[in-house]
């Protein structure tokens, strides 16, 4: 059967409405576990330690079995896993659970995302950012429930239950239209001069994987302090918890409004341009809930913050896909395991300044990393990275 699009796309929805799930939530945890701000953030570890080691397996399973296989697996297992962040009695066990859940969001978004690659490739288009807002589609379809189920006073348990079978379901129902094969495409570096090396090959493509790596930590932290801390920061401006728990949601309506005309500003103006923009209107939204300390400018600097994040990781994951002479499954991998990295980061980090001068200025520091990015945006998004600077081929089919 052809891949379709829809089905690619149906796992970016599922995934984003599995990971977030229980975020939304957060503070009914910190509250029943008795938990300080750096005491959760260093919980929150655990789903982001989970995922450091999942996703290099991903990837080396991805380059043996092909993505499709492996979107498959982990969806089964992060819906199996969903309810055990809701039943966890103490914060290690939480820890536990978040670690799992962890894994395998990371091993599902490695494969995902490399099984959107090879579509994209088929097509000569930027459509990374479409199948990213499916994402965003998901994680706002999340917090909304969360919302809705914590006005509501449904068990979390139970919520989370719920949608781990709607996760695992979908993913099963999509299976057929997923690209087959090892869908991480490859593009061949140019040769290297007569009696080179091939340390000098590898040269060509590892200093700018190795740069996009670095700077995808700082993503990372952008992307997760403000679905991580936002309802927390809500409740403490004086919201009830289902009004907190739409702080998430805020933030996602931003990224998929981004992501709804990303892939048109990509090709019209280039993955840099992009980028760049984007996070300076993530460190302007920021700052605008930190100056004006109130809920309503807080949710409006947070939708803002969702549109200029948006760009960062579809712009980064294609771009990882392109590098000349990547091997396969690395350029996707890297960028889920540096990612990773930051999400491991950004509790320890935003935790540990809330305890010490308040979750407001936490928020500050988060700015400030939105704008190093946008003058890093060239180096995130290189020339010969760009879609279309050379042939990109499936190398395994069917």
């Known amino acids: 059967m052809r891949p379709r ?36 953030g260093l919980v929150l570890v655990g789903f982001a330690a989970g ?59 490695t494969a995902m995302n490399a099984n959107a690659a090879a579509y994209e490739g088929r097509t000569g288009r930027s459509i990374m950012h479409r199948l990213h807002g499916a994402w965003s589609i998901g994680a706002l379809t999340a917090a909304g429930v969360a919302a809705l189920a914590a006005a509501v006073r449904v068990p979390l348990t139970v919520q989370l239950a719920v949608t781990g079978v709607v996760v695992g379901g979908t993913v099963l129902l999509a299976r057929s239209g997923l690209v087959p094969g090892l869908s991480v495409p ?33 993503g990372a932290i952008v992307e997760g302090a403000p679905t991580d801390w936002s309802a927390l920061r809500l409740e403490r401006l004086g919201t009830g918890p289902g009004t907190a728990a739409l702080g998430v ?53 947070l939708v803002l913050a969702g549109a200029g994040a948006s760009a960062f990781f579809p712009l980064a994951f294609s771009a990882a896909a392109r590098l000349p002479g990547v ?21 320890l980090v935003v935790g540990a300044l809330a305890e010490a001068i308040g979750l407001r200025w936490a928020f500050l520091f988060v700015a400030v ?11 995130i998004v290189p020339a010969s990275a760009r879609l279309g600077a050379a042939p990109i081929t499936d190398v395994r089919a069917g």
């Open 327 to 347: 091997a396969p499954g690395a350029g996707a991998a890297t960028v889920s395991l540096t990612a990773r990295l930051g999400f491991l980061a950004e509790p």
């Open 186 to 218: 490859v593009v061949e570096a140019d040769p290297p001069a007569a009696g080179s090396p091939t340390a000098v090959t590898r040269a060509r493509w590892a200093g700018p994987l190795l740069v996009l790596g670095v700077l995808t930590v700082g």
């Open 369 to 379: 990393v939105a704008a190093a990015l946008a003058v890093a945006a060239p180096r």
């Open 5 to 40: 699009a829809a089905a690619v796309a149906a796992a970016f929805v599922v995934n984003g409405l599995g990971g977030p799930s229980f975020q939304p939530r957060l503070p009914e945890r910190q509250a029943a576990l008795g938990l300080s701000d750096a005491g959760l």
């Open 249 to 301: 949601a805020a933030f996602m309506a931003g990224m998929f409004a981004g992501r709804a005309v990303g892939d048109h500003l990509t090709d019209r103006y280039g993955g840099a341009v992009v980028l760049r923009g984007g996070m300076t209107l993530v460190a302007a939204g920021l700052g605008l809930g930190v100056a004006v300390d109130g809920p309503v400018t807080f949710a409006a600097g």
């Open 51 to 109: 995922a450091l080691v999942a996703s290099p397996v991903a990837g080396r399973l991805i380059g043996k079995l092909g993505s499709r296989p492996v979107v498959v697996a982990s969806a089964l297992a992060l819906g199996a896993s969903l309810w055990s962040a809701g039943a966890a009695p103490t914060p290690l066990t939480l820890a536990l659970a978040l670690a799992l859940i962890g894994a395998s969001d990371a091993a599902m978004d």
